[in-house]
């Protein structure tokens, strides 16, 4: 087994390739978290119709762009920023806060807490209890909710625990930052992902708050993450035009400009994802919940965290197995409150599921 100190994130398959010698291409990737689709069908043939649009600056202020994402998320064009994926937009946002303390639900992605001490803010972790199956107790953050803190940072549904806060969850939520003077920033790049009816989304609140942000972004369920296009949504009209003044423009090309219009109205495509990744994500957890090794913690978007419960098995082993086999998953000991025996992987195409269940099998059950 290669000794590797550093855990691969998603988007390493350079570095697997050079560690491995697998070809990048031959990799299933399961820890990008990213639609097994690929891009919509039409968009392809659509943006070669259109290459030439990069003859000419976008739209500085993206209003076609805009207006097609509010409606594809139910709000208002003038609460809408896009930005170069949401990765473009934490930055922002944070650095609009510019928090002195803030409160993160961790384990989650890191890129927040990188942002927050960039910005020389401190950064508190709100612990999602194991023994709890990672679920939040609303009422006990509420506790924790004080007037010390300047920022929330929710990742909803959370990566990588695959868990999520309900809208009326968040609203409670909400009234307590109020309350103590604290803004949110509300993460939902998985959010579409979620069963409809389980009513995760927040965008709905930024109607009635004016301390939260809502950010989404195209890279993980219209699997476009080289296209760079998220958005961020608020009823914060200061907000969104102090942002609107810090950023640069153009930082949405006129291609991510065309290639957003298009999927935000793709319908046949989110539904098509949406019933794959529902019956994936039932089906795969279901499988695991029957395996003695392992407890799975039941997943609400595309990707579900592991926990491996023999004592002679850890993820670096699993990871091993797993990408000679070429197929990558997720070691979780680098996020906050995880070890090396946490592993998460998102839901392919089932032939594909099917093929990983069983190499996860080999090493797990026999
Ligand atoms: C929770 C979360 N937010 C944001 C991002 C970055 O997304 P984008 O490609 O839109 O910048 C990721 C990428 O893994 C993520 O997991």
Redo the contacts with the bound molecule.
Sequence with gaps: MLNHKDHFH?SDLEKIEEIYHINKEDIISFSA?INPLGIPGDLKKYLSQHLDAISSYPDREYKNLRSCIAQYCGTNPQNVIVGN???EL?SLMIENVHPKRAMILGPS?S?YEREISLCGGHTLYYPLKEEQDFLLDVQDLCVHLTSRLDMLVI?NPN?PTSTSITYPQMRRILDACLQHGIFAMV?E??VEFTDPASDVSSIKLTNYYTNLVVLR?T?KFFAA?GL?L?YAVTGNQDMIRKVSTRQNPWTISSLAEIAGCLMFRDKDYQKQTLDLITEERDRVYRELCSWKSVKAFKPSANFILVKILREDVDADELFDHCIRKNMMIRNCSTFPFLNNKFFRFCFMKKEDNDRLLAALREVLED
């Design positions: 998603g978290n994926g949401s990765t934490i992605y890129e990742c990566n993460d790049t998985y972004g890279s993450p760079r998220g």
